[in-house]
């Protein structure tokens, strides 16, 4: 099993990535974050998990932001740009 700081440790790629899903669940929240599955395209597929951002996100499919990664698994990646852009 792979811990969190593993998997951080992992991500020593950044590249801009298409969002292509981007859907926030107002009803769910961990402080003041709340839970958004995000889908980008990324290293040939479309790779999605589950991110904790601010409510006033404003990430539509077509946008490109900016993600860290691992290169042996693209699965693991994060957005890396301010939250609020």
């Known amino acids: 099993m792979t811990s969190d700081a593993d998997e ?3 991500r020593t790629s950044r590249t801009t ?3 292509l899903e981007a859907t926030l669940n107002p009803y769910s929240r ?6 958004m599955r995000l889908a980008v395209d990324l ?3 479309r790779r999605a998990r589950t991110v904790y951002v601010p409510p006033t996100i404003g990430w539509q499919a077509g946008m490109t932001i900016e ?3 691992a ?3 693209p699965d693991n990646f994060v957005p890396v740009q301010p939250l609020g852009a």
């Open 17 to 19: 990535a298409q969002v």
């Open 71 to 73: 290169p042996m698994d």
């Open 43 to 45: 290293a040939g597929g």
């Open 8 to 10: 951080a440790a992992a």
């Open 30 to 35: 961990v402080g003041a974050l709340s839970p």
């Open 67 to 69: 993600v860290a990664y």
